[in-house]
Nanobody
Framework: QVQLVESGGGSVQAGGSLRLSCAAS????????MGWFRQAPGKGREGVAY???????TYADAVKGRFTISKDNAKNTLYLQMNSLKPEDTAMYYC????????????????WGQGTQVTVSS
């Protein structure tokens, strides 16, 4: 059973940084994709960043140049380095993963973590 556990969220001032971690119960190098999603109160879930098995990455326009997704397969951990944080980045951040490329391409990740809250104040 795949388990994903996020950590590293918290409250920071605008312009600050946080690094989120997602510890996976399974080998992260085996996933076709891993990603970070976020959801603000009253808003729908949005994709933030994605990383494929070959380490290619994709970012939402809103976070390009500020966030970096990476993974350490030796530690079975996914990361999201968030710099230059803005109040609009405030959301619950979720880690997700999938073994199937077609679901990755569709954004229909099968495995999800419980989320970690990020709050950015001005």
């Amino acid at each position: 059973q795949v388990q994903l556990v996020e950590s590293g969220g918290g409250s920071v001032q605008a312009g600050g940084s946080l690094r989120l971690s997602c510890a996976a119960s399974e080998y992260t190098g085996g996933y076709a994709c891993m990603g970070w999603f976020r959801q603000a109160p009253g808003k729908g879930r949005e994709g933030v960043a994605y990383i494929q098995r070959d380490d290619t990455t994709t970012y939402a326009d809103a976070v390009k140049g500020r966030f970096t997704i990476s993974k350490d397969n030796a530690k079975n951990t996914l990361y999201l380095q968030m710099n230059s944080l803005k109040p609009e980045d405030t959301a619950m951040y979720y880690c997700a993963a999938d073994y199937l490329g077609s679901r990755c391409r569709a954004g229909a990740y099968h495995y999800w973590g419980q989320g970690t809250q990020v709050t950015v104040s001005s």
